[in-house]
């Protein structure tokens, strides 16, 4: 074979590769299968936020003076915002962390997939559970609970953005925070304790009138507040808004905190993320 024809021998060769974009559906595709083979993961993630809106929505089910809704409606929401963030911040920081203390990062590394189409795989993976958690916690919500469907296409759009801005920024804090533990063993304690305590800090599983203020200040710095705060405004009904620390859904703060941490978040990940452990040098 002359020169010629063995440089347009692999030049089809190369037209042939997938991309960036193709192989980062085929790793998503990959790690969706992986995830729904584990039964008892699968059914624990879906069931876990379900659960705790019946008992608390249960236990707390009272007319809000003022608001003119029902304390179990302001569940619904927020059992939202945080199934987003278990969906993602939680599924990725733990995920990770096992992948590199099993030395899976540092195999695939070496392998000729660009690491991009890795992280696309992660996307593709956090997207579709969030989605599916998300509209079982909005059946349950609708069916049990009354809570409205919106009524036009601007709050529908804010669903929209506030689903796509509270996952991104959680999917990234969750890549970054896959590098804080040291071992396998550590990840879900690591990775849990924060983000329990953004839960209770956030208006998820207390009331925002009922938290002190310097609490509600801390949670105001990260995702998860803001996520149930936008959610609130889509679902509940303007009357809700007094039970706001500002008085009012903020949307446009929303989108500024949510997509604020979108670029902070991927900054951590470039400064932070490792494909093997300290250990291995």
């Not at 009922?210 to 889509?234: E, H, N, S, Y």
């Amino acid at each position: 074979m002359t020169t010629a024809a063995a440089r347009e021998a692999r030049s089809h060769v190369q037209v042939r590769l997938p991309g960036v974009w193709g192989l980062g559906l085929r790793r998503g595709a990959l790690e969706l299968r992986q995830f729904f083979r584990q039964r008892d993961h699968v059914v624990f993630t879906f069931a876990f936020p379900v659960v705790l809106l019946f008992l608390f929505a249960s236990i707390f089910s009272d007319d809000v003076e003022g608001a003119g809704i029902k304390a179990s409606q302001l569940y619904v929401p927020a059992m939202m915002a945080a199934g987003i963030m278990s969906t993602s911040f939680q599924s990725l920081g733990v995920s990770i962390a096992v992948e590199r203390d099993e030395k899976v990062l540092r195999r695939l590394r070496g392998t000729p997939m660009p690491p991009a189409a890795y992280f696309l795989g992660k996307i593709w993976l956090v997207l579709a559970t969030g989605i599916l958690e998300t509209a079982i916690l909005l059946l349950v919500g609708t069916t049990l609970y009354d809570i409205p469907l919106p009524s036009d296409a601007g709050r529908w759009f804010a669903f929209a953005w506030i689903f796509v801005l509270g996952l991104i920024a959680c999917a990234l804090l969750g890549i970054a925070i896959g590098s804080v533990p040291k071992s396998s063993k550590s990840a879900s304690s690591v990775v849990v304790l924060p983000f329990l305590v953004l839960q209770f800090i956030s208006g998820v599983y207390i009331a925002i009138d009922t938290i002190p203020g310097w609490m509600l200040d801390i949670g105001a710095l990260f995702p998860l507040k803001w996520m149930c705060q936008g959610l609130r405004g889509v679902f509940l009904p303007d009357s809700a808004q007094v039970l706001e620390q500002a008085g009012s859904w903020e949307f446009g703060r929303t989108a500024l905190v949510l997509g604020a941490w979108c670029v902070g978040g991927l900054l951590l990940c470039l400064l932070t993320f490792r494909w093997k452990n300290r250990r291995d040098g």
